[in-house]
């Protein structure tokens, strides 16, 4: 069964700490993508990768970084975290040339910055 | 500038009744279309999707409709149930383009018993 588990459900967190957010695939995905999700903003594209090392931006990059070292795995790093990142962020992934049906989402991170 | 506007950010119906939801589109490059399910506390899954080759796609009681010349998509849900109260997104991509899925905003359904 496909699985893409995020390492937390919910953090809090204070204003200008280090965050990660931990994504993991054990599907083989060559495309990871990193989202987050505020009510009437809808799902809104940080990053994503095609491949290990790979990154490109999504719409929403600002305050944002991530890394992709090995195939499965794709982090979300908020480097000094602010109170307008709060928010329930989202990973997903897929394989290469998929349409967007195989796309799989993690359950989220509610991501609360104090 | 959004590519995908769904306009409506909530729908409320009876259980029994017909849902639908709307989505409207502008970029013409788009050739496949999804909706997306979303509970509250978890992450979206995927629910039906249409190719721009065709109008009408089934699958049990989900229906999506597409006029390409409206750039207008639709998704009908007969009978609603209780159940199917969430969050449904409409998407859109290019295939063989970049792999993104464009989202729009998203509308809440809730269904009353």
Redesign the interface.
Known sequence: DVKVTQSSRYLVKRTGEKVFLECVQDMDHENMFWYRQDPGLGLRLIYFSYDVKMKEKGDIPEGYSVSREKKERFSLILESASTNQTSMYLCASTPPSGRGDTQYFGPGTRLTVL | DQQVK?NS?SLSVQEGRISILNCDYTNSMFD?F?WYK?YP??????LI?ISSIKDKNEDGRFTVFLNKSAKHLSLHIVPSQPGDSAVY?C?A?T??GS???V????TKLTVNP
């Open positions: 769904q950010p496949y999804l979303k506390a978890e992450g979206p899954t995927f999707s997104f998407a991509i295939q063989g792999e993104k899925l989202f729009g905003k998203g």
